[in-house]
């Protein structure tokens, strides 16, 4: 999901270059980073979930719970960006 969120931010950095031509497709791009970082929270929550049902050893449970918040930030900060390149498209509009 990063990977993805990665490449619709890749899409909208290089739709830039022509603002009023490329609007909608950026529109889109962030969209789509928006819906894919809600998907990946609902997976976290699940993840998390399920780590703390099953896993008995606490160093693991540290670990993986630490690996998931890592990888859930991640995504985030996905949406971060999108936020900054929508402002980009108001203050261009």
Same mark, same amino acid.
């Given at each position: 999901m990063i990977n993805e969120a990665a490449k619709e931010i890749e899409q909208c950095i290089h739709s830039l270059v022509d =603002?009023?031509?490329n609007k909608?497709?950026?529109s889109r791009s962030c969209a789509n980073v928006t819906a894919i970082e809600h998907k990946a929270d609902e997976y976290y929550y =699940?993840? =998390?979930a399920? #780590?703390?049902d099953k896993e008995k050893d606490p160093?693991? #449970?540290l670990k993986n719970n630490k690996i998931l918040e890592i990888l859930e930030r991640c995504v985030d900060e996905t949406e971060d960006v999108t936020d900054t390149i929508k402002s980009i498209l108001i203050k261009m509009a």
């Amino acid at each position: 999901m990063i990977n993805e969120a990665a490449k619709e931010i890749e899409q909208c950095i290089h739709s830039l270059v022509d =603002v009023a031509a490329n609007k909608d497709e950026i529109s889109r791009s962030c969209a789509n980073v928006t819906a894919i970082e809600h998907k990946a929270d609902e997976y976290y929550y =699940v993840a =998390v979930a399920e #780590l703390f049902d099953k896993e008995k050893d606490p160093a693991e #449970l540290l670990k993986n719970n630490k690996i998931l918040e890592i990888l859930e930030r991640c995504v985030d900060e996905t949406e971060d960006v999108t936020d900054t390149i929508k402002s980009i498209l108001i203050k261009m509009a």
